[in-house]
Nanobody, 116 residues
Framework: QVQLVESGGGLVQVGGSLRLSCAVS????????MGWFRQAPGKERELVAK????????SYADSVKGRFTFSRDNAKNTVYLQMNSLKPEDTAVYYC?????????WGQGTQVTVSS
């Protein structure tokens, strides 16, 4: 059973930075597609960044391009989302996702709040 545990969320001012982590157990991060999603109050969950395979290209939502960076650390079996130049509209619960043999696994989410 694949399990994902996010951490690193918090309260930050506009223009600040945060790095989210997603520790994976029960699977190897280098072996399957992984991504970050977010859900703001009253809105649907949306894709933020997606990486199909380790070392391959990463796709980003237009709203975060140039500000957010997805990365994998295969040795630590962890993926990250570096978030820079944060805006109030980035406020949301952020979820880590792994797709393993057509099954989606999710973490519990971590709250990111950007104050103006």
């Amino acid at each position: 059973q694949v399990q994902l545990v996010e951490s690193g969320g918090g309260l930050v001012q506009v223009g600040g930075s945060l790095r989210l982590s997603c520790a994976v157990s029960g699977g190897t991060v280098s072996m399957f597609p992984m991504g970050w999603f977010r859900q703001a109050p009253g809105k649907e969950r949306e894709l933020v960044a997606k990486s199909i395979w380790s070392g391959g290209p990463t796709s980003y939502a237009d709203s975060v391009k140039g500000r957010f960076t997805f990365s994998r650390d295969n040795a630590k079996n962890t993926v990250y989302l570096q978030m820079n130049s944060l805006k109030p509209e980035d406020t949301a619960v952020y979820y880590c996702n792994a797709r393993v043999r057509s099954t989606d696994y999710w973490g519990q989410g971590t709250q990111v709040t950007v104050s103006s």
